[in-house]
């Protein structure tokens, strides 16, 4: 970084400031992951430089022979790790590829069954704040009170009874294996598009650690920077029936220009994800979770759906009597990073809700095991006891500062 270094002391002081966060912290937001050198290298380079509106073979610029052939090795590769019969790798980001899925499949004002937020679903599962729920008509799905599971004959209910042209199966904070298959059978039944939205675990499902739906979905979406461990982007998998209207709707539909230097990230993430030590590493990141998580119950946390299936879990945070937001900043002050969640019913506001979630695939892409997963539990807990106190939280940021020290984040 000698170039930035020399060029511009006020905005080098910032990378040099979140390396240094970044290094000197536990990361356990869930979506979060730690990119290898090779991919930081990948997204660094000359292909920022290019355009390449279209598609390989198609481009409405010149000098595209060499980003054709990148941008086809990130088709091939994550055609081979998902078992997909169509790919388009150049959404820039999930939400954007979500919304390329909605536009290409439906019509505004159609109705759509995704997964509601506070239950763990995602803002591009039509809530009404988001582009998803102001144009579609979205029904919710929830999950039971009494397990923290998705209820499938609830969700067939709400089917049958709304009829929606699609169904959207897929979270960002649920820690049980989504039944794939329940979700087809019941888009069969009455006829709807099944679309699943893979986000969260696309890199256990790469790692072959859960169950696939690429092979029997009709879309399935995910993002590259979560589990996957790539740059942030997002990749639109297909059945080739609906290839010409996913590729339209993705170019001219609602982008300009790919980014073709995260397309070359995309491209080496992948390489990487179809290596038997990416299986074991999102193996270590299930393990984890687990331990992670029954530590916390030890401790008298309440885990939603007591337990977990993947790299996440929601911890309700009202056997301590403490919100998600005291919490949240608390740990941050102990050098613990983590997200503040609802909790299925939350009888808060989102601003201030009952739970935090916590994941481990960051930790986990630093080499952190079993052993270490029950000292950040401890740790996790401490500071939830001593939320308040300053001095306690800041001694316990410099007990992590030192045990992160043996643990070296990939290009810092
Ligand atoms: C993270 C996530 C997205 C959105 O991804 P962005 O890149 O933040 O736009 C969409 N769907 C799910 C399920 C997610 O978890």
Known sequence: MSFIAKQDTKAYKFLELERVRQRDGIELIASENYVSQAV?????????????????????????????????????????????????????SGSPANMAVYFALLKPGDKVLGMKLDHGGHLSHGHPVNFSGM????????????????????????????????????????????????????????GAIAFADIAHVAGLIAGKQIANPTPFFDVVSTTTHKTLRGPRGAIIMCKKEYAKAIDKAVF???????HDNTTYGKAVAFGEALTADFQEHTAQVIKNAKVMAEELMKKEFKIVSDGTDNHLM???????????????????????????????????????????????????????????MKRIAQWVSDGVDHSDDEAYLENLRKEITEFCKEFPVPGI
């Not at 292909?47 to 990148?70: H, L, M, Q």
């Not at 929830?142 to 979270?171: Q, T």
């Not at 001219?252 to 790919?258: E, S, V």
């Open 40 to 92: 930081l290298e990948a997204i660094g380079t000359v292909f920022t430089n290019k355009y390449s509106e279209g598609y390989p073979g198609k481009r409405y610029y010149a000098g595209n022979e060499i980003v054709d052939e990148v941008e086809t090795l990130a088709i091939e590769r994550a055609k081979e790790l998902f078992e997909a019969e169509h790919v388009n790798v150049q959404p820039l």
């Open 135 to 190: 144009m579609f008509d979205f029904s919710q799905y929830m999950v039971d009170k009494d397990s923290g599971r998705v209820n499938m004959d609830e969700v067939r209910e709400i089917a049958l009874k709304e009829k929606p042209k699609m169904i959207v199966a897929g979270f960002s904070a649920y820690s049980r294996e989504m039944e794939w298959q329940r979700f087809r059978e019941i888009a069969d039944e009455i």
């Open 252 to 258: 001219p539909g609602l982008q300009g220009g790919p």
């Open 314 to 372: 929601v911890v309700d945070l009202r056997s301590k009597n403490k919100t998600g937001k005291e919490v949240t900043d608390a740990l941050d002050k102990a050098g613990i990073s983590v997200s503040m969640s609802t909790i299925p019913f939350d009888p808060n506001p989102p601003m201030n809700p009952s739970g935090i979630r916590l994941g481990t695939p960051a930790i986990t892409t630093r080499g952190m095991m079993e052993e270490e």
